[in-house]
């Protein structure tokens, strides 16, 4: 390709929404345009990267026995109401009436697609596994889209869906695919960490995250030290911290005067904050309310939390009159004295502590010497506590947690028979008996990968592709196109190149040098051969590597050999 | 890949719905499956054979110097409102509201969108010629989809929109185009035509369909018998016939008692048909009456009839009334005495009719010794004629055309400025004067292409693949898979085959051989080769040609070259 065919319409400015960096360089450097909030145009380099990565998976899907399909996207609403999620899914489900007046989402997922579709034909423990995926644009009405093509409402997604006989046999594809996903994002140049994680809607058992390591993503992840434990931080499993045994003291109540947060009443007890205990009262979608208890310096993990409370789902901020309600009083609460049958949540840390510090659901009063083992009855307990940097991991002896960030590429979930179940779709096993079948799904957000390919790997001056999902992995510049010689002597080694079988472009614009050369960066292809006055004058070709920065003069008979060299590091 | 892991549900019988033989074998061979009306999942088969047929698209695109890109499904109703189609578009179109009650619809096609991608970022005549393509699902809610993935309301599609600086360089991408499909459907190995055809809804200038010949096809397609002219019967040019030269005589008012079709009106006054003249009365959209007079033997083309008249779009049958207010009498109708201003079209053939009979606008009353020319008035005089089996070739001398029938995949458009000048789509030409960009669209529907191939090939025991599109172009059979002989002979020539870069299927099934036959045979791959007792035995390779039936037994150490031969020639 040459650059005066390409449209590849690169700005000097950003526009104003864009608060990050792959979305401020997706636009800078044409590679995607907004045509509604949410919702993007792929221009032609962005598309030969998204291509490039597309068949990566294509590739490792199957090599891992997956095949390809493609299910339509509007879905009839009566599939959603056999699995039960019509109703449940929300705002964020786009919903259509054709001209009959009849109801379809646009798919913001297929479990219950794919479930109908196979649950007539498959029909024998014989035909099991099956792994069928499809590569499509899903749809998701978020509340708030942001970040470009990482969280659109318009997006492209693989998903593929396991079907198994047993729940063996399940493991066994959620382990293929886990280790499809890993190769996907090695080949794509990525540094990841696949993360234990929370199931949420998509619901079902165990899930892992593939999350790409950027500084401004939006995962929070927590990673072991010593050992290859890696969590989300909503799903990082928590050692209960053993407090130093003390004789327990009778429990008092006294008066604590503007004493309202943790900080205050530590300074005004004179206790370190480690001594006291801290409140946080939620209340579910249908209006329940949660009160959760944990030590005065920790955070609630909201996910754990309503994972302990059967039926919660997503939590809010209790309203005063709720906790007043029950007994409480905001500023001042402890599980002593609420009302019965009230939701009371109570970290397994802050079980474990002696003579602490509680409201006494009385503004200006505390109970000292609180020891919740004696004190707080029938509580749930549970680790609803939120990770902290330098946490111990809860897998190995000696490591500790450190807190990174990152971006949510892909997700695998293993479901069970969740779907297969609601939706009688089931197989006759070895003894003749029909069971429902076993599923798993796993899903990889294509732009989102590009996007955090992006995140992950650029500078001040652009992008810096990864050689396996560049657009283009060379670009043989004529420095100045006017100059006859110079183009000329540029068409010959941008052919040779691409006899070699490299991907490479040619810039043959009328440019200056400078435009040019700040383009290459700004795009990010991996390598850059210059062909200037240099080369018309010694055959001298100089080639740079976008991430090093490093340049390096060949000679006309070696550069070839040169060029592959560096592409194989990069 | 092994049958045994391919997903394949193959069936004996076909749905009640399936009209056509595309549309059951689809569903036979396990190659779609329905969850709503218009709407069908792709399962693995077919699924190869979209990706080959994109596979070719894409190579002819870019070979003509096209650009992939990918547009949103979603696009604002905003845009379209400044096209003027929101509100023309009619109930074809999906629409839907997100959650802030803002309008979009699922794109039935692009020409918005893009215009609205390029405009402000094509400025200079110095960037044209652009050419940008997607492939894409798009969506018409069809007032009665049918035949399948033919048909359907969710369907595959390559559009191309092309950005050119005027009307020569329009019509040379129009040109490209025009020979990249012709090369996309010769290499899919389809017979087809290029027709002449009427541009419609997407409006603009000349178009072109690529009909692929199929006796159950929807398109009726006039051929010359003589010259490369082809034409849909909505757009054949009809040349007008000349009436033998009479002397005029005087206009003359009839009785005709019970003569208010044609036929009996000719058999009452014992003249031919060619001497009648019949009318056939429409209402537009906007219920403005228009009467169409043609020679008593011909049928009308309404799209042509619709073009005569400046406004008309949709045509329906006018009511009795309609006919009343304006002076005519159904049944006994002539231009003679309709009231001034009604909108009357007479066929070119018609006018030059002399002597003729016509309604006399009065029940049971024809005159006679109608001469157009003389008696009709102000009248529009156009070619308002449906083609008919025999007509003259309107380009050649000697040709007749030939009515065939066929399906369209594809439809080229040469735009013009119809949406760059309504959306503000303008560049800066060589003098620096802002001008419309002139634009071209360019469609294939690549789900209908599968289904056009088969329509054009299959017998009575299934699909007849041609090779390049067929999901593997062989498929080896260990005829007895229980005998490990047999499978393992299987296994070697399929790793032999794969090796050699043939696309090919291992039949390792453990069924009866008269099962796995049929399903070759309803599948359709081009070549057969069976693995059986007299393969053990001396070595004889069964080769089976499924177009043709054909048997070779070739030897163990020629049966290679002798099925890449076969192959070439498929």
């Not at 032609?44 to 997956?66: C, F, H, N, S, V």
């Not at 939706?423 to 070895?430: H, I, K, N, R, V």
């Not at 283009?472 to 100059?483: G, H, I, S, T």
């Not at 100089?542 to 390096?552: A, C, H, Q, S, Y």
């Amino acid at each position: 390709m040459r650059a005066t065919n390409l449209y590849a319409p690169t700005l000097r400015n950003t526009p104003a929404e864009a608060e990050i960096a792959s979305h401020q360089l997706m636009y800078r450097a044409g590679l995607i345009r907004k045509s509604a909030g949410g919702m993007y145009s792929y221009l032609p380099l962005a598309w030969r990267t998204i291509r490039k990565i597309e068949q990566i998976i294509r590739e490792e899907m199957d090599a891992a026995g997956g095949q390809e399909i493609m299910m339509p996207i509007l879905q009839p609403s009566e599939l959603w109401e056999e699995s039960g999620r019509w109703g449940a899914y929300g705002a964020e489900m786009i919903r259509v009436k054709d001209r009959h007046d009849r109801e379809f989402c646009m798919g913001p997922t297929h479990e219950e697609m794919i479930t109908a579709l196979v649950r007539d034909e498959l029909r024998s423990y014989k035909q099991l596994p099956v792994l069928l995926y499809q590569i499509q644009d899903k749809f998701r009405d978020e509340r708030r889209p942001r970040f470009g093509v990482m969280r659109s409402r318009e997006f492209i997604m693989k998903d593929l869906y396991s079907f198994d006989k047993d729940v063996e046999g399940m493991n066994e594809s959620y382990r293929k695919m886990s280790v499809a996903y890993t190769n996907i994002f090695t080949r794509c140049g990525l540094d990841f960490r696949a993360v234990e994680a929370d199931s949420g809607a998509i619901g079902g058992g165990h899930s892992e995250e593939f999350t790409v390591l950027a500084p401004e993503g939006e995962s929070r992840i927590a990673c072991c030290d010593a050992c290859s434990y890696a969590a989300s931080d909503e799903k990082a499993a928590l050692r209960p911290i053993d407090a130093p045994d003390e004789a327990e003291l009778p429990l008092e109540k006294v008066v604590t005067p503007h004493t309202s947060t943790i900080a205050l009443l530590a300074e005004y007890l004179k206790i370190p904050v480690e001594k006291t205990i801290k409140a946080v009262a939620y209340q579910t979608e249908d209006d329940t309310l949660i009160l959760a208890f944990l030590r005065g310096d920790h955070e609630v993990n909201e996910i754990k939390l309503a994972n302990a409370v059967p039926g919660a789902r997503e939590l809010r901020m209790a309203e005063e009159e709720a906790i007043r309600a029950v007994g409480g009083c905001p500023g001042f609460m402890s599980p002593i004295g609420i009302k019965e049958g009230t939701h009371i949540v109570v970290d397994e840390t802050a079980m474990r502590m002696h003579n602490a510090v509680s409201g006494a659901n009385e503004a200006d009063y505390h109970y000292i010497n609180v020891n919740p083992q004696r004190d707080f009855g029938a509580v749930t307990v549970a680790d609803i506590r939120l990770v902290e940097e330098g946490d111990e991991c809860p897998v190995c002896e000696n490591g500790h947690l450190h807190i990174g960030r990152g971006i949510e590429a892909g997700q695998i979930f293993a479901l069970g028979t969740k779907y297969s179940a609601a939706m009688g779709a089931t197989f006759l096993d070895e003894t003749g008996k029909a069971q429902p079948l076993q599923m798993g799904c796993y899903g990889i957000g294509v732009g989102r990968t590009m996007a955090a390919a992006i995140e992950q790997n650029h500078d001040e001056s652009g992008i810096i592709w990864p050689r396996a999902i560049a657009p283009y992995e060379v670009v043989v510049v004529a420095v100045n196109a006017k100059v006859e010689e110079q183009l000329r002597y540029a068409e010959e080694i941008y052919e040779e190149l691409r006899a070699a079988g490299v991907d490479v472009l040619l810039d043959d614009r009328r440019e200056r040098a400078g435009v040019k050369f700040n383009d290459c960066d700004l795009i990010g292809y991996p390598v850059r051969i210059a062909i200037g006055p240099k080369t018309i004058e010694n055959g001298s070709i100089e080639v740079k590597v976008r991430r090093t920065g490093e340049l390096v003069n060949f000679a006309r008979d070696t550069y070839l050999k040169g060029v592959q060299d560096m592409l194989a590091t990069l």
